[in-house]
C-alpha cells in the first residue's frame, strides 16, 4: 500500500520560508512523477510544482516561479518543496500526490494518489 506523508507546514510571516516534505512509503520515488498542489477554501486545487519521473525535469505554477524550488532525496524517498519569500497569496493546504501513468508532469486530474495535506498560512 502506498502512503504519502506531508509535513513542513505552519505559519510564517511574510517574506519567510518554509520547506515542506512528502515522504513516501511503498513506492520508490526515484522515477516516479510527483507534484505539489495546494487548494484554498472555495477553489480547486491547482498544482504548485511536480517533478518527472522520467528525467527529472521540474515545473513551477507562474506565481511560484523563482520563489519555490521542488526536488527529491533518493535515499530519503522524499520530495521537498522550498519556499522563500512567502506571501499571503501562499496561504493554503499543500498536498503532494503522485501520477503512476506518465513518466512527465501532466495535469491535476493525472494524479491518483494523494497525501493528507499540510497546511501554510503566511501571516504577520
Known amino acids: 500500500q502506498v502512503q504519502l506523508v506531508e509535513s513542513g507546514g505552519g505559519l510564517v510571516q511574510p517574506g519567510g520560508s518554509l520547506r515542506l516534505s512528502c515522504t513516501v512509503h511503498?513506492?520508490?520515488?526515484?522515477?516516479?512523477?510527483i507534484g505539489w498542489f495546494r487548494q484554498t477554501p472555495g477553489k480547486e486545487r491547482e498544482r504548485v510544482s511536480c517533478?518527472?519521473?522520467?528525467?527529472?525535469?521540474?515545473n513551477y505554477a507562474d506565481s511560484v516561479k523563482g520563489r519555490f524550488s521542488i526536488s527529491r532525496d533518493n535515499a530519503k524517498n522524499t520530495v521537498y518543496l522550498q519556499m522563500n519569500s512567502l506571501k499571503f497569496v501562499d496561504t493554503a493546504i499543500y498536498y503532494c500526490?503522485?501520477?503512476?501513468?506518465?513518466?512527465?508532469?501532466?495535469?491535476?486530474?493525472?494524479?491518483?494518489?494523494w497525501g493528507q495535506g499540510t497546511p501554510v498560512t503566511v501571516s504577520p
Open positions: 511503498g513506492l520508490t520515488v526515484a522515477h516516479t512523477t
Open positions: 500526490a503522485i501520477d503512476m501513468d506518465n513518466a512527465y508532469c501532466g495535469g491535476l486530474y493525472e494524479y491518483g494518489l
Open positions: 517533478i518527472s519521473g522520467g528525467d527529472g525535469s521540474t
